[in-house]
């Protein structure tokens, strides 16, 4: 194909130094794969962070995406010319073609979706990830009832979810309140509280507040519950002052913990976006690279979570912001750096495609 040299993409190198390439190889879909052209990339700081973080690299940047399909396997549900939304996997010796901050890309057809028209595409590219992060947190590693399917012995059971204002953090909420989980407790900066109670919040605390956990215990007394039985950590900070331990003093030792990422504290148990597959990573300190294996059961499970957000989109589930990056791939590779330090703030980002 003539495209060859117009293949422009955000990329880490042989000693994770992030930069931009141009005229990268034009990707080739292998057994089961579609070929897409990108119209929208969505950003998450696992882009930059499974580089530094997880030794994944050399490697296109990127797992979310919406795009059309510019070719499919015979017999797939996908057409030429279709728009679809999904990501892609994850891992060390991540194949370039897998990338989605790049002009074109080849998605498993297994970890994409139609775009229904309710669903704006930009909205599309940065609901994969996060979606299937806390789907995988509240249906498989706490084992709630999926949306729609209430479960009255385990709805009544309270929840935490710290951060609540991150990208994970809203979906949990939300995928809570369809799956009638009550009461559900956050964590937030008080300006995000009107809207966590918007979405299925049942009451918010300043995680900043001295006495945070002290509230958090007065409020379970206040509806006679006994202690939290789930927590979910979606900011994955660590040390004396991290989320984590935060979170973990508001509890007791018996609550079930999640963090979104690897903590030292045995007790929390992490999530994973693509149990689908297995993926080998290579954790900072780690003397030797780890494998996480595949759990195909809990990726159906949650998929099925991801699938009813996308029907529900707009209605009962949401983004509150989506900003879109268009222009020159530099920018795009500034905004991605300030997403992953943390600095960025509120809202999910999307690149529009091709990046300049």
């Given at each position: 194909?003539?495209?060859t ?43 930059v ?9 050399p ?53 994409a ?5 309710n669903?704006?595409?930009q ?25 729609d ?25 939300q ?10 407790f ?15 919040a ?21 509806g ?16 004396e ?84 990056v ?12 300030v ?18």
């Amino acid at each position: 194909m003539s495209q060859t040299n117009t293949n422009t993409g955000l990329y880490a190198d042989e000693q994770a130094i992030f930069r931009v390439r141009r005229g990268l190889e034009f990707p080739v879909p292998g057994d089961g794969e579609l070929l897409i052209e990108t119209q929208f990339s969505g950003a998450n700081p696992a882009d930059v962070k499974h580089a530094t973080l997880l030794g994944i690299y050399p490697a296109v940047l990127g797992y979310d995406f919406c795009g059309k399909v510019l070719q499919a396997p015979p017999q797939s549900s996908f057409s030429p010319g279709d728009t679809v939304a999904g990501y892609t996997p994850t891992g060390l010796n991540r194949p370039a073609r897998y990338g989605t901050h790049q002009r074109y890309l080849v998605c498993p057809e297994e970890m994409a979706f139609h775009v229904p028209a309710n669903l704006p595409p930009q909205h599309a590219a940065c609901l994969s990830v996060v979606a299937m992060t806390a789907a995988d947190t509240l249906y498989n590693l706490f084992e709630l009832p999926l949306p729609d399917t209430q479960n009255t012995e385990k709805a009544s059971r309270p929840l935490l979810i710290w951060g609540a204002s991150s990208s994970v953090g809203l979906c949990a909420v939300q995928f809570a309140r369809a799956s009638g989980i009550h009461p559900i407790f956050v964590t937030a900066s008080p300006k995000r509280h009107s809207l966590l109670l918007e979405l299925g919040a049942t009451k918010c605390f300043d995680y900043r507040s001295p006495d945070v956990s002290s509230q958090i215990k007065f409020a379970l007394e206040e509806g006679q519950w006994d202690s939290v039985s789930y927590a979910f950590d979606t900011v994955g900070s660590y040390g004396e002052t991290g989320s984590a331990k935060l979170m973990s003093d508001c509890v007791s030792d018996q609550a079930n913990l999640v963090s979104v990422v690897i903590q030292h504290d045995p007790r929390f148990k992490m999530p994973f976006a693509t149990p689908n597959r297995d993926v080998t990573i290579r954790v900072q300190g780690a003397p030797r690279p780890i494998t996480i294996p595949a759990r195909p059961s809990d990726y159906v499970r949650a998929w099925q979570a991801l699938q009813w957000a996308v029907a529900n989109y707009g209605a009962e589930f949401e983004f509150p912001s989506v900003d879109v990056v268009s222009g020159t791939a530099e920018t795009a590779l500034e905004e991605l750096q300030v997403m992953a330090d943390g600095t960025r703030g509120f809202g999910k980002l999307a690149l529009e495609h091709p990046l300049l």
